[in-house]
């Protein structure tokens, strides 16, 4: 969820089964779809790899103390006042 909202790297794991780290951009929204160049199948009768694509799932907290659902509460009535 934080990634999401902020943006920074996250580490994923390609079909050759190596882990690199990709960007995930400030304010992605759940499902965004990312092309990863070169890192799909390879191409058949050809040299190189095909593009892989990432479906981003973001995951949020399902039990919250009282002082997380306070600081919640506090950004939400926030940025209703910065959205009138």
Do not use: C
Request: aromatic fraction near 4%; charge should be positive.
């Amino acid at each position: 969820m934080f990634t999401a909202l902020l943006g920074g790297k996250q580490s994923i794991r390609t079909l050759d089964g190596k882990t690199i780290k990709i960007d995930i951009p400030e304010g992605t929204q759940n499902n965004k779809r990312l092309r990863l160049k070169g890192k799909g199948m390879p191409r058949y009768g050809a040299t190189g790899h095909g593009d892989l694509y990432v479906s981003l799932q973001v995951k949020l907290p399902q039990h919250l103390n009282s002082a997380q659902k306070k600081r919640l509460v506090d950004l939400k009535k926030d940025f209703e006042k910065s959205n009138v």
